[in-house]
């Protein structure tokens, strides 16, 4: 199986490779990175038995990357919010991308389905048509004037419409399984604050020192639904 890109981040095939090297390390495969030019390329290979877990865990970060890293730039774009400085915007771009990351994921999964052969742009730019047109109606929601009481408004909406629990320690952030998560790499800047954004939980646990960014999320946007331990 190879997965390939053309020209655009890096950062997402070197976390889909991270990914799947550290899934199967233990089974019979090999897996490489190469690069030649402007093209990535992402090959598997392992025993036939084996292989639709492999392909299944793949397009599953297939997904991750599109629903999450793809859809980061396509709004970092396209969303020009002169009210809000740099962080702010990261902020709410990160909470756009959250919102509705179930149903892109969902989406993205259906139109890949057991291919041996994949091309990331080839798969954003061709076969994604439904989720760009709804991305596209997005941008024309937000407003240019949207500011700072707007963007607390975006949060506060979307931490009470949150699942599940999540886990801080030492900067990192787990899931209620206490797998490590590191979705926010995807968006260029990989943090504490932007995992908790991109986890949609209902509560957050915290364990030990948190920074004071974090903590001041936490306790603004989540109160009591965040517990410091």
Excluded at 179 to 204: D, H, M, N, Q, Y
Aim: some cysteine; overall charge neutral.
């Amino acid at each position: 199986m190879t997965i390939t890109q053309n020209g655009f981040d890096c950062r997402y095939m070197s976390y889909l490779y991270a990914k799947v090297r550290e899934r199967f390390s233990f089974l019979p495969a090999s897996c490489d990175l190469t690069k030649n030019g402007d093209c990535s390329e992402l090959a598997f290979k392992t025993e036939p038995a084996y292989f639709p877990y492999v392909r299944r865990f793949a397009e599953e970060n297939i997904a991750d990357i599109i629903a999450v890293g793809y859809k980061y730039a396509f709004f970092e774009k396209r969303l020009v919010l002169p009210l809000l400085d740099k962080k702010q915007k990261r902020l709410l771009i990160t909470a756009i991308v959250s919102a509705d990351y179930k149903e892109d994921k969902a989406y993205v999964l259906k139109r890949l389905n057991g291919f041996e052969n994949y091309s990331l742009d080839g798969v954003f730019y061709f076969r994604l048509k439904g989720l760009k047109e709804r991305w596209e109606g997005i941008v024309e929601y937000v407003p240019t004037d949207m500011g700072s009481s707007s963007l607390d408004g975006f949060l506060e909406f979307l931490t009470e419409d949150g699942e599940g629990k999540l886990f801080v320690k030492d900067g990192k952030v787990y899931d209620g399984e206490y797998r490590p998560l590191r979705r926010s790499f995807l968006t260029g800047e990989e943090t504490a604050l932007g995992e908790i954004v991109l986890g949609g939980a209902e509560k957050v646990y915290c364990f030990g020192e948190t920074d004071k960014e974090t903590a001041s999320f936490l306790r603004k946007y989540y109160g009591n639904k965040a517990v410091f331990c």
